[in-house]
């Protein structure tokens, strides 16, 4: 995969997107700051009585089909309004991390998923026709997907998510079921463009939005990596270049795939063992036919309420990999990004924001 640049109007959107802190029920402050953001593009939306936003976007033709992009709202990093992101340079990849501007230590960047939000606002403003899906509390069980509007998805072709770790894996299954065979017509668009952006690493993951709608709605689904790193932990960081990647990655596929609907067979996929999906004390992850190369602190199933003071401790210990602390100096930043500047810039102040959205 090449490394691609990103340029600077894009990279402090990015920036913008990940200082905003979001947690599962508490994602007031992501809610009012995409509704903000449509209404100044003069895109139409709608929000349902969740929070979910749904997005239409048709300025050319009269399409039977669209694509739609997804991504989910909330992360599992507890709400810190002193979150700020940094940027750094390393190994020629310029890397986005979070840390709290008091104390100047890691705080959750939230790039899972909020890349996949700033990613879905991109392909949002370049596609002519297209939808976007951002759903809230995925990291919960995907509260938001499985009460999906079905108006919004009749006229949905495929789908595609970007909430997938690293910058090389995607989700080959969900739950122990095939997003798209491979086989068919979608599987031979889409197949040799996503190793040619270097997704190597096709996955069998536990579960994100599109699980539940690729089986209620019946569509060919992709879940793509978004260039987040060390999810689910203080240490979490983001590849500016991976998520670039994954921006082109999406503009070549809508171009081979168009606006055509593309049915998803049920494919049944033989699983050694399939027990206690969500996160428990002695099985951390879904045991499928092949084995996963997730580590355990990348493992993304912290998905029930009753797993928060699990979260917390991990996160307590995250404190103690130090990943960051031992590369750079903390205080050697030059600026950085929090919600507070961009509101501020905007003559608003951070008291406008709600704390949680009452649902």
Same mark, same amino acid.
């Given at each position: 995969?090449?490394?691609?640049?990103?340029?600077?109007?894009?990279?402090?959107?990015?920036?913008?997107?990940?200082?905003?802190?979001?947690?599962?029920?508490?994602?007031?402050?992501?809610?009012?700051?995409?509704?903000?953001?449509?209404?100044?593009?003069?895109?139409?939306?709608?929000?349902?009585?969740?929070?979910?936003?749904?997005?239409?976007?048709?300025?050319?033709?009269?399409?039977?089909?669209?694509?739609?992009?997804?991504?989910?709202?909330?992360?599992?990093?507890?709400?810190?309004?002193?979150?700020?992101?940094?940027?750094?340079?390393?190994?020629?990849?310029?890397?986005?991390?979070?840390? &709290?501007?008091?104390?100047?230590?890691?705080?959750?960047?939230?790039?899972?998923?909020?890349?996949?939000?700033?990613?879905? =606002?991109?392909?949002?403003?370049?596609?002519?026709?297209?939808?976007?899906?951002?759903?809230?509390?995925?990291?919960?069980?995907?509260?938001?997907?499985?009460?999906? &509007?079905?108006?919004?998805?009749?006229?949905?072709?495929?789908?595609?998510?970007?909430?997938?770790?690293?910058?090389?894996?995607?989700?080959?299954? =969900?739950?122990?079921?095939?997003?798209?065979?491979?086989?068919?017509?979608?599987?031979?668009?889409?197949?040799?463009?996503?190793?040619?952006?270097?997704?190597?690493?096709?996955?069998?993951?536990?579960?994100?939005?599109?699980?539940?709608?690729?089986?209620?709605?019946?569509?060919?689904?992709?879940?793509?990596?978004?260039?987040?790193?060390?999810?689910?932990?203080?240490?979490?960081?983001?590849?500016?270049?991976?998520?670039?990647?994954?921006?082109?990655?999406?503009?070549?596929?809508?171009?081979?795939?168009?606006?055509?609907?593309?049915?998803?067979?049920?494919?049944?996929?033989?699983?050694?063992?399939?027990?206690?999906?969500?996160?428990?004390?002695?099985?951390?992850?879904?045991? =499928?036919?092949?084995?996963?190369?997730?580590?355990?602190?990348?493992?993304?199933?912290?998905?029930?309420?009753?797993?928060?003071?699990?979260?917390?401790?991990?996160?307590?210990?995250?404190?103690?990999?130090?990943?960051?602390?031992?590369?750079? &100096?903390?205080? &050697?930043?030059?600026?950085?990004?929090?919600?507070?500047?961009?509101?501020?810039?905007?003559?608003?102040?951070?008291?406008?924001?709600?704390?949680?959205?009452?649902?």
């Amino acid at each position: 995969m090449n490394q691609k640049q990103m340029e600077n109007k894009k990279l402090n959107r990015l920036k913008e997107v990940l200082s905003i802190p979001t947690h599962s029920r508490s994602e007031g402050l992501m809610i009012e700051y995409l509704e903000r953001t449509l209404t100044e593009k003069g895109y139409s939306y709608k929000k349902d009585s969740l929070g979910s936003i749904y997005v239409t976007k048709v300025t050319k033709g009269n399409p039977t089909h669209l694509p739609c992009f997804v991504a989910h709202t909330d992360t599992v990093h507890h709400i810190n309004h002193n979150l700020m992101v940094v940027q750094l340079e390393e190994d020629d990849k310029t890397i986005l991390t979070g840390i &709290d501007s008091e104390t100047l230590k890691p705080s959750g960047i939230g790039g899972d998923d909020k890349c996949g939000v700033f990613l879905c =606002l991109e392909m949002l403003d370049k596609l002519d026709n297209v939808k976007v899906a951002l759903f809230v509390s995925e990291e919960i069980g995907c509260i938001g997907s499985h009460q999906a &509007d079905t108006e919004f998805f009749k006229n949905v072709g495929y789908a595609i998510q970007y909430d997938s770790p690293k910058g090389n894996s995607m989700s080959l299954t =969900l739950m122990g079921k095939k997003l798209f065979n491979e086989k068919s017509d979608f599987g031979g668009k889409v197949s040799n463009l996503i190793v040619e952006h270097g997704i190597t690493s096709w996955e069998r993951h536990p579960y994100t939005d599109i699980w539940p709608l690729m089986e209620k709605f019946n569509f060919s689904c992709l879940n793509l990596a978004a260039g987040y790193h060390r999810y689910h932990t203080h240490n979490e960081y983001v590849v500016v270049e991976e998520v670039q990647n994954a921006f082109e990655l999406g503009l070549r596929l809508h171009e081979n795939l168009g606006e055509s609907f593309y049915e998803r067979k049920e494919e049944e996929v033989k699983v050694n063992r399939l027990s206690n999906l969500f996160y428990g004390d002695n099985n951390k992850t879904l045991i =499928l036919e092949a084995e996963d190369d997730y580590s355990e602190e990348e493992d993304d199933t912290f998905e029930s309420n009753e797993d928060e003071e699990s979260m917390d401790e991990l996160n307590k210990d995250s404190y103690k990999i130090g990943e960051f602390e031992d590369l750079w &100096d903390y205080e &050697d930043f030059n600026g950085g990004y929090s919600i507070k500047n961009y509101s501020e810039s905007n003559g608003e102040s951070n008291n406008d924001y709600c704390d949680s959205y009452d649902w």
